[in-house]
């Protein structure tokens, strides 16, 4: 007898086929494996009890980084059975009835091919390319699908004899590897600088990238998804050199160490975190740093915690083996631009940037720059979704009625596409702030569009007209005579916390942010929603800030902190004796003072992140801010930790919405700090008010609600904060089912998907 497996889900780029193959052998079955574009299908023959072990062992494969999440199996007949099981060229056209593709993310090196690259037995020792069947680059080198040599950039290697060998080979770990190489027939690197001769030749290219940052030079060093700028991490006048030339003045930058046990001579890492910096996406992961770590201090400025990744690609294995200690690892571009990726960008752009360059001549075809991770109590939080997760699938609980086709937002920015079953979110673009980030996201959305073959006949965006994304959404859905979805921020921060979960709702949703436009045209941030992906009503909200100055009052945070003292004290604040004001010029105090007296002057702003802003300037006594969210993470790193009492505060529900007036928790820690308290004691307190307001408001409009025991959902960026997230995770989760993203980032790195679901919902709706 026959059968027809057909499987779905991340089964191409990790071995899968070469697998398959020595399962059937094991087990005496005959037939063929092939890739097409939207998984794998398997033709198997042979008896009943040999089949039924044979589609079990493939439809849960023991198999690192495999996910088969869908199967379908019919029976076949033939004429002549095979005499033996084979792996067939792959399936270009046909049924593409799962209708996406299967693509396994950027695997980092495996321990066998670690081994080789340290064996100088091996003709692979020291190969700064070498891959195989279950490691190594896969998105970021695909140029179509099915998942096949030929159709990524390695097809500009033809195979050596000996590689050839091991890729026809049903015995080797190299059988079916599209990636692998050797020095013989692979990729090679060249290390070139501003108007200096190149050195080509893995050895000596490798050589004098290393020598470039022992006496303390930047070279930009090319990765799998797009180029690092690289130094040596324990070298402050070089870390400075890089912050300069970069230029971005405080934002931490990110270190990359050999091994765990290289991470923890530099930061505290728990069981917890060990699993995380080793699993397979190999992230960036926020970790206490030790006091006696001997890194420079530059590295995060003012900071307990540092970004540490392993090594995940063979070169970054070698350079960091040849250096001998930890090196800066930071995406190459400027501050508002997004990750140089093409050796062309890397020459013209980063030329007064980096004093070297080491660069291989395999191509990157999509950029994607390093997922980045953080550790809560319930686990992971995403940062930044990205290399390692992309290109994996989200599965809908309820499939898509059309193809839908989202633009995110502003700030980290990344793209979705629904198709039937299955939500596509894109590796991170970055801030929309630039040409160059214009131009990524534009070809972002070409290369799903044309992985997927769909052609959307629905464009969602953000409400916000200003937006970049939202221009760019307006003239696609135009070109494609599409229809428009403009989608609210915080709607669609809810819907994707219930879409990840597979959750239809209606759920009460604390949705916590910066800023994002509500439809009444006043800045939302700091909302208690309840409803789903059709539709919500908005219960609560915080009570408005004053925007002196408007979108300046975010880059100089002391002007929030001092529309919250105005509003608190009625006039009467305190100014003069807080050492937050005595680092602002005081004409501008005044100037700012009189502006508030005026609030129609002032753009009105409910965000929790504009609270984190005022608070964080105050109690840290820092005026100004030099990247989206610095002060918030700064009071966050503040916290000592402890348990603590909340400051008081009231929920007015005579309003609609109600609101949460924070005047006398503000009251409360301004006259602690000019009682000499401890900026991590106000800390605390301030986090504990939080936690305990976002309890009171879910516990209030629950009981309003005629549907009891309606799940919580945590949402928006402020979730970023372990601190806060916990804390209300704690608080909430023993009464309430607690729902709050995973497999996304809580920002806007997740808008982008809730914008596809609710635009589908209501499209549904309307039908």
Same mark, same amino acid.
């Given at each position: 007898?026959?059968?027809?497996?057909?499987?779905?889900?991340?089964?191409?780029?990790?071995?899968?086929?070469?697998?398959? *193959?020595?399962?059937?052998?094991?087990? &005496?079955?005959?037939?063929?494996?092939?890739?097409?574009?939207?998984?794998?299908? =398997?033709?198997?023959?042979?008896?009943?009890?040999?089949?039924?072990?044979?589609?079990?062992?493939?439809?849960?494969p023991a198999l690192p980084g495999a996910r088969v999440d869908a199967v379908e199996v019919s029976a076949i007949a033939i004429d002549r059975e095979p005499a033996d099981f084979s792996i067939l060229p792959s399936r270009r056209h046909g049924e593409l009835r799962f209708g996406d593709p299967a693509l396994a993310p950027d695997l980092p090196i495996c321990p066998a091919c670690e081994h080789e690259l340290a064996d100088a037995g091996s003709r692979r020792h020291r190969h700064p390319f070498v891959a195989c069947a279950q490691c190594g680059p896969r998105y970021t080198l695909a140029r179509a699908l099915p998942w096949d040599r030929e159709r990524s950039s390695m097809a500009d290697f033809p195979l050596c004899p000996a590689c050839a060998r091991e890729y026809a080979d049903p015995g080797d770990r190299r059988f079916h590897a599209e990636a692998s190489s050797c020095p013989d027939c692979g990729p090679t690197l060249v290390a070139t600088e501003p108007g200096g001769p190149p050195t080509f030749g893995n050895?000596?290219?490798?050589?004098?990238?290393?020598?470039?940052?022992?006496?303390?030079?930047?070279? !930009?060093?090319?990765?799998?998804?797009?180029?690092?700028?690289?130094?040596?991490?324990?070298?402050? !006048?070089?870390?400075?050199?890089?912050?300069?030339?970069?230029?971005?003045?405080?934002?931490?930058?990110?270190?990359?160490? @050999?091994?765990?046990?290289?991470?923890?001579? *530099?930061?505290?890492?728990?069981?917890?975190?060990?699993?995380?910096?080793?699993?397979?996406?190999?992230?960036?992961v926020l970790l206490r740093r030790r006091p006696d770590s001997g890194l420079a201090p530059s590295l995060a400025p003012g900071s307990p915690v540092l970004g540490i990744l392993l090594a995940y690609s063979p070169l970054h294995v070698l350079l960091l083996e040849d250096f001998g200690g930890a090196l800066v690892m930071t995406s190459a571009n400027r501050s508002g631009e997004p990750i140089v990726y093409r050796v062309t960008e890397a020459e013209s752009k980063l030329g007064d940037v980096a004093d070297l360059v080491l660069a291989g001549?395999?191509?990157?075809?999509?950029?994607?720059?390093?997922?980045?991770?953080?550790?809560?109590?319930?686990?992971?939080?995403?940062?930044?979704?990205?290399?390692?997760?992309?290109?994996?699938?989200?599965?809908?609980?309820?499939?898509?009625?059309?193809?839908?086709?989202?633009?995110?937002?502003?700030?980290?920015?990344?793209?979705?596409?629904?198709?039937?079953?299955?939500?596509?979110?894109?590796?991170?673009? &970055?801030? =929309?702030?630039?040409?160059?980030?214009?131009?990524?996201?534009?070809?972002?959305?070409?290369?799903?569009? *044309?992985?997927?073959?769909?052609?959307?006949?629905?464009?969602? *965006?953000?409400?916000?007209? &200003?937006?970049?994304?939202?221009?760019? !959404?307006?003239?696609?859905?135009?070109?494609?005579?599409?229809?428009?979805a403009p989608v609210q921020h915080h709607h669609a921060h809810l819907a994707a916390v219930l879409g990840e979960h597979g959750a239809r709702g209606p759920a009460l949703a604390l949705v916590w942010d910066g800023t994002g436009a509500g439809p009444d045209g006043a800045a939302w941030g700091g909302e208690l929603l309840f409803g789903d992906a059709r539709g919500f009503d908005r219960m609560a909200t915080f009570r408005p800030i004053a925007l002196a100055g408007g979108d300046r009052a975010i880059q100089e945070p002391w002007r929030i902190a001092q529309a919250l003292l105005q509003d608190a004290f009625q006039g009467d604040a305190p100014v003069e004796a807080l050492a937050l004001f005595d680092r602002v010029d005081r004409d501008e105090v005044a100037a700012v003072a009189a502006l508030l007296e005026r609030p129609e002057l002032c753009a009105a702003a409910h965000g929790v992140g504009r609270y984190f802003d005022a608070i964080g300037a105050l109690l840290l006594a820092r005026p100004r801010a030099t990247y989206n969210g610095e002060l918030a993470q700064a009071l966050?790193?503040?916290?000592?930790?402890?348990?603590?009492?909340?400051?008081?505060?009231?929920?007015?529900? @005579?309003?609609?919405?109600?609101?949460?007036?924070?005047?006398?928790?503000?009251?409360?820690?301004?006259?602690?700090?000019?009682?000499?308290?401890?900026?991590?004691?106000?800390?605390?307190?301030?986090?504990?008010?939080?936690?305990?307001? &976002?309890?009171?408001?879910?516990?209030?409009?629950?009981?309003?609600?005629?549907?009891?025991?309606?799940?919580?959902?945590?949402?928006?960026?402020?979730?970023?904060?372990?601190?806060?997230?916990?804390?209300?995770?704690?608080?909430?989760?023993?009464?309430?089912?607690v729902l709050r993203p995973r497999q996304l980032p809580p920002g806007d790195g997740g808008l982008a998907f809730g914008q596809a679901l609710v635009a589908g919902a209501r499209a549904r709706r309307e039908d």
């Open positions: 007898m026959g059968l027809r497996v057909r499987l779905r889900g991340c089964v191409q780029g990790i071995g899968f086929r070469p697998w398959v *193959h020595r399962v059937a052998r094991e087990l &005496g079955v005959r037939g063929s494996v092939a890739n097409a574009p939207d998984g794998v299908w =398997i033709d198997a023959f042979g008896t009943r009890e040999m089949l039924e072990v044979f589609r079990l062992r493939v439809e849960r050895e000596a290219a490798i050589a004098r990238a290393v020598g470039a940052l022992r006496v303390g030079r930047i070279v !930009a060093v090319q990765g799998i998804g797009g180029f690092h700028l690289a130094c040596d991490a324990s070298n402050e !006048a070089a870390v400075r050199r890089l912050r300069k030339r970069k230029r971005r003045p405080t934002r931490p930058l990110a270190v990359m160490v @050999r091994s765990v046990l290289e991470a923890e001579k *530099h930061a505290l890492v728990d069981a917890d975190e060990r699993a995380l910096l080793s699993s397979e996406a190999r992230p960036i001549d395999r191509e990157i075809v999509a950029a994607s720059d390093d997922s980045v991770a953080a550790l809560a109590a319930s686990g992971p939080v995403l940062l930044r979704r990205s290399r390692g997760h992309v290109p994996r699938p989200i599965r809908l609980a309820e499939p898509a009625g059309e193809p839908v086709l989202a633009f995110g937002g502003h700030w980290s920015n990344t793209v979705c596409v629904i198709s039937r079953d299955r939500a596509w979110p894109s590796a991170h673009v &970055g801030d =929309i702030e630039s040409p160059d980030s214009v131009e990524r996201l534009e070809a972002t959305i070409e290369r799903w569009l *044309h992985w997927l073959e769909v052609t959307p006949t629905l464009v969602a *965006h953000d409400l916000h007209e &200003g937006y970049e994304s939202t221009r760019l !959404a307006r003239d696609f859905a135009a070109k494609l005579g599409a229809r428009l966050n790193f503040a916290a000592g930790g402890r348990a603590a009492e909340p400051y008081p505060f009231t929920i007015d529900s @005579r309003t609609r919405p109600w609101q949460l007036d924070l005047r006398p928790m503000v009251r409360a820690i301004t006259l602690d700090l000019l009682d000499g308290r401890p900026p991590s004691q106000l800390s605390d307190r301030f986090h504990a008010t939080l936690v305990s307001a &976002g309890q009171a408001l879910v516990a209030q409009a629950a009981a309003r609600l005629a549907e009891r025991g309606a799940p919580v959902v945590l949402a928006g960026g402020c979730f970023q904060n372990t601190l806060l997230l916990d804390g209300l995770e704690q608080r909430l989760g023993g009464e309430l089912e």
